[in-house]
Nanobody
C-alpha cells in the first residue's frame, strides 16, 4: 500500500521557519512526483510545491516562491519542505501527495497522507 506521512508542523512566529517532512513508502519512489498542498480553514486545498523524483524538476506556487524550498532524499524516500520567512497567511494544514505529474489541482493526485498543522502567529 502507498503510504505518505507528513510531519514537522507546529506553531511559529511570523518571520520564522519550519521544516516539513514527507515519508513515503509502498511504491517506487524514484518514479514518483511528490507534491505539497495546504488547506486553511474554510478554504480550498491549494497546491504549494512539487518535486519530480525522476528528473528533479521543481515547481513552486507564486505565493511561496523565494521563501519555501522543496528537496528530496531518494535513498530515504523522503521529501522536505523548508519554509522560511513564514507569514500568518501560511497558516494551514499541510499535506504531501504522491502522483505522476506536478498537477496543481488536488483531485488529480491519487495518494495522500495525513496533514500536519502549521500555525504562524503575528
Amino acid at each position: 500500500d502507498v503510504q505518505l506521512q507528513a510531519s514537522g508542523g507546529g506553531l511559529v512566529q511570523a518571520g520564522g521557519s519550519l521544516r516539513l517532512s514527507c515519508q513515503a513508502s509502498g511504491f517506487t519512489f524514484d518514479d514518483y512526483v511528490i507534491g505539497w498542498f495546504r488547506q486553511a480553514p474554510g478554504k480550498e486545498r491549494d497546491w504549494v510545491s512539487c518535486i519530480n523524483n525522476r528528473d528533479g524538476t521543481i515547481e513552486y506556487a507564486d505565493s511561496v516562491k523565494g521563501r519555501f524550498t522543496i528537496s528530496g532524499d531518494n535513498a530515504k524516500n523522503m521529501v522536505f519542505l523548508q519554509m522560511n520567512r513564514l507569514k500568518t497567511e501560511d497558516t494551514a494544514v499541510y499535506y504531501c501527495a504522491g502522483g505522476y505529474g506536478c498537477y496543481h489541482g488536488p483531485r488529480v493526485w491519487p495518494d495522500w497522507g495525513h496533514g500536519t498543522q502549521v500555525t504562524v502567529s503575528s
